[in-house]
């Protein structure tokens, strides 16, 4: 039996190094795309840079031509005041006094200003960008405001989803997506995304980023603070709300209504149905981005037997997430199988098959020492997971955390291999698989 599971998992093995190799491609792919847009972009070239969806004061941004004349006698938001103030800063936490640190725009502006930015403008074509950083001495928190202003409405919504997709497909190393929301009652739309770091022994630095639609406007309202577990969405709502009642009067889109922020993932819009890198659980030994390819379906390590093909489902295949610039063994990665199947009930036999499989691994192969490392349930999500061992009979062991979970017709099946080194706690293990499942609703 140890030779049979060494063949499966060599199968995966190929897949993850077959991943990398794909994956670098890709980078540099887009990174050569990104420079010809920056290039290309002139007056008109905005839809194509969002194919997915001045100075301090009121100069243009350089090098805008041939949008030039119409930036320049532009005066929508050519006045700093309209930024966000140290009173406007206050909704962020009323503890200790908020000063503001520095503002920017334009070519002045720094490179990057807030989480998963890619590059210094979202509209390289707009008529002008501020930047404005905020801290409290007291808290040691930090904010910013990031307002990119569109020649109009039309392009300010292409820019917003531009924003958006940069943080859905977050590539900043050692950075998760914690929790999501969208809100209403503050610009035409708009979301909140809180990103955790590598926590340390007892707090976690947590970045909540708003982005807002207000008429010709993309706004951007980050938050940074330590904290013991995820904050909620609502001081940045609220400093978020009060920011853009300040600017929407000369750009458009003032809302409507209360604020209110409701839960709900950012869209992972380049795999729909699997995990957006960010959603990878982090290790403090890998401070590379994750990136993820297609990979082979497999019957699993030994101990699942799938059998996908014999079961039936309606569609299903596999992504594995690997770290290409990291310094980590082949091996390490990580696999999310999602099948759809095409009733609930056919999908919940599906599940418990496997999980019986899993439960009564250690009788049916020799060479295997399972442990369940918890059950996952949620409202919707219900599964379980363990950790297996196998013994190879030559003094080696392998070892892997397994999980299963399901949520009406579908079941994602997810695999991670423990190495030296390089392991996660239980915990994370079975969030990451209440997010791979969440994430299954989008495969269509």
Not at 266 to 293: I, Q, R
Not at 296 to 313: H, M, V
Not at 365 to 376: C, H, L, R
Request: charged share 20%; net charge positive.
């Amino acid at each position: 039996m140890a030779g049979s599971h060494r063949g499966q998992r060599g199968g995966t093995r190929a897949a993850a190094r077959e991943a990398r190799r794909q994956q670098a491609r890709k980078r540099n792919q887009t990174i050569a795309a990104g420079v010809a847009v920056v290039v290309l972009v002139g007056g008109g070239g905005v839809a194509a840079l969002n194919a997915f969806g001045g100075d301090n004061g009121s100069g243009p941004k350089a090098g805008n031509s041939p949008s030039d004349d119409k930036s320049s006698q532009s005066n929508v938001l050519a006045d700093d005041k309209v930024l966000l103030d140290a009173t406007g800063a206050k909704a962020l936490g009323a503890t200790g006094a908020w000063t503001v640190t520095g503002t920017a725009g334009g070519d002045s502006a720094p490179d990057t200003s807030f989480a998963c930015q890619l590059q210094r403008f979202a509209d390289p074509a707009g008529l002008r960008t501020w930047v404005r950083t905020l801290q409290n001495a007291t808290t040691k928190d930090t904010a910013v405001q990031y307002i990119d202003v569109s020649n109009d409405k039309a392009t300010a919504a292409k820019t917003y989803s531009t924003v958006v997709h940069w943080l859905s497909q977050c590539t900043t190393p050692q950075t998760r997506l914690s929790a999501g929301y969208t809100t209403t009652g503050v610009g035409d739309s708009g979301v909140i995304a809180v990103f955790g770091q590598v926590p340390g022994a007892k707090t976690t630095k947590y970045k909540t980023v708003s982005v807002t639609l207000t008429g010709q406007a993309t706004m951007v309202v980050e938050h940074d603070t330590t904290a013991a577990t995820p904050p909620r969405p609502d001081l940045v709502l609220a400093a978020t709300s009060a920011a853009a009642k300040k600017i929407c009067s000369e750009t458009g889109g003032c809302g409507t209504g209360a604020p209110l922020a409701t839960p709900a993932l950012l869209p992972n819009v380049d795999t729909p149905g699997f995990m957006a890198p960010v959603d990878l659980p982090l290790l403090a030994e890998v401070d590379k981005p994750w990136v993820s390819a297609p990979a082979q379906t497999t019957d699993g390590t030994g101990c699942e037997k799938l059998s996908l093909k014999k079961a039936k489902p309606k569609k299903y295949g596999t992504i594995t997430y690997v770290t290409p610039e990291a310094k980590v063994p082949t091996e390490f990665g990580v696999d999310d199988t999602v099948a759809k199947f095409p009733t609930a009930a056919l999908a919940s036999s599906f599940l418990d098959k496997i999980r019986k499989n899993v439960d009564a691994c250690e009788k049916n192969v020799s060479n295997a020492q399972v442990e369940s490392t918890g059950t996952v349930k949620t409202s919707t999500v219900s599964g379980k997971s363990w950790k297996a061992t196998y013994d190879s009979g030559d003094g080696k062991k392998f070892h892997y955390r397994i999980g299963v979970a399901g949520a009406g017709d579908r079941v994602v099946y997810l695999l991670f291999p423990v190495l030296k080194d390089l392991d996660i706690t239980d915990a994370a293990f079975n969030d990451t698989l209440v997010r791979a499942v969440d994430r299954s609703a989008a495969y269509k």
